[in-house]
């Protein structure tokens, strides 16, 4: 019943992205090409923040956030879901994140935190990918990976903002949530661990009860 809830929410949203955005992108472009378009934006956003532009920074960054939601949307709803793309895209999401927290600095230890966590992710997709032929097919994100990363571009956001203004307030609202992001991506994680080990048991008719 909750799986059948999630794909109601996913198509619906995937429905929403499709009227306002896919509509005016030809059926010729593939999601992955998308995908790149995000990896071309990491050093542009990176270039902003260090020169000071601060809020031309944040808009990039906030499309090439954009861009996650539309290539997802595009896999599904067109079907063009790849097993590449299932590693390239969330790989372009972390560079995207990481790029902003490092500008963001050491002097806060959450952020040097994530900043661990967030290589350490980047590496168990490589691995993920690489080990494909002995732990099974590749996985796509889970929906605690999705709402961690809507919290991280939000708490990016507000830092960013924070730091224009120099508002002191908002820099602890951002901490607030990138620690809640924190939360989310360590579940996300997990659940990542238990769908590898089910898809792995399962491809070797390995009988195990998974609730």
């Not at 790149?36 to 956030?65: D, E, K, S």
Request: charged share 20%.
């Amino acid at each position: 019943m909750k799986a059948t809830k999630n794909i109601d929410i996913q198509k619906m949203i995937d429905g929403f992205i499709d009227k306002i955005f896919l509509r005016f992108i030809s059926d010729s472009v593939r999601p992955n090409q998308v995908t790149v378009i995000r990896f071309l934006l990491v050093p542009v956003v990176y270039l902003l923040l260090v020169n000071h532009m601060l809020i031309l920074g944040l808009i990039v960054f906030a499309i090439a956030a954009l861009t996650d939601a539309i290539d997802g949307a595009m896999a599904r709803t067109r079907n063009q879901i790849t097993d590449l793309g299932k590693v390239i895209d969330p790989i372009a999401d972390k560079l995207l994140v990481l790029t902003v927290l490092f500008y963001i600095g050491w002097r806060f230890l959450l952020i040097k935190i994530f900043i661990v966590y967030i290589l350490l992710e980047m590496l168990a997709v490589l691995v993920g990918y690489l080990s494909t032929p002995f732990l099974g097919r590749t996985i796509g994100a889970n929906y605690f990976g999705k709402i961690k990363l809507n919290l991280q571009c939000i708490s990016i956001g507000f830092f960013i903002i924070g730091m224009v203004i120099s508002n002191r307030v908002m820099i602890n609202v951002a901490k607030y949530i990138l620690f809640v992001a924190l939360f989310f991506a360590i579940v996300a994680g997990m659940e990542t661990l238990r769908r590898r080990a089910k898809i792995f048991l399962k491809e070797r008719n390995i009988n195990v009860i998974y609730e």
